[in-house]
């Protein structure tokens, strides 16, 4: 994971979304958006959101990484450190549109 990843908390997420405390923990529930709590309080990598939106492709990759055996944390990682296939940290890649690609990379983890 790189040292200067920027995060956003729960409350900046309702205020960048314009959603709800309840719908931010229902997407972070859902794996729309990725969350660990090992800075202190719950927070998203803001590279997980573009446009006002979470990145629609994160959930499919979150649940293949899940569905392998990473914890939230180790997922959260892994779509933060560059990854050699790529070429680029897995989260640029899908903000990129190259959504397939980082399935195939993180198909071939397990």
Do not use: Y
Not at 101 to 106: D, N, S, T
């Amino acid at each position: 994971m790189t040292q200067d990843t920027a995060w956003l908390s729960v409350p900046d997420l309702v205020t960048l979304l314009g959603q709800p405390v309840g719908r931010i923990h229902r997407l972070i529930e859902e794996h729309r958006l990725p969350a660990t709590r090992r800075n202190g309080p719950l927070q998203v990598p803001a590279l997980c959101v573009k446009d006002g939106e979470p990145l629609p492709e994160l959930r499919g990759t979150l649940l293949v990484l899940l569905d392998q055996g990473f914890t939230e944390d180790e997922a959260i990682d892994w779509l933060l450190a560059e990854d050699d296939s790529l070429g680029v940290p897995p989260v640029e890649a899908m903000r990129g549109g190259a959504k397939a690609a980082v399935r195939r990379a993180a198909q071939l983890l397990g």
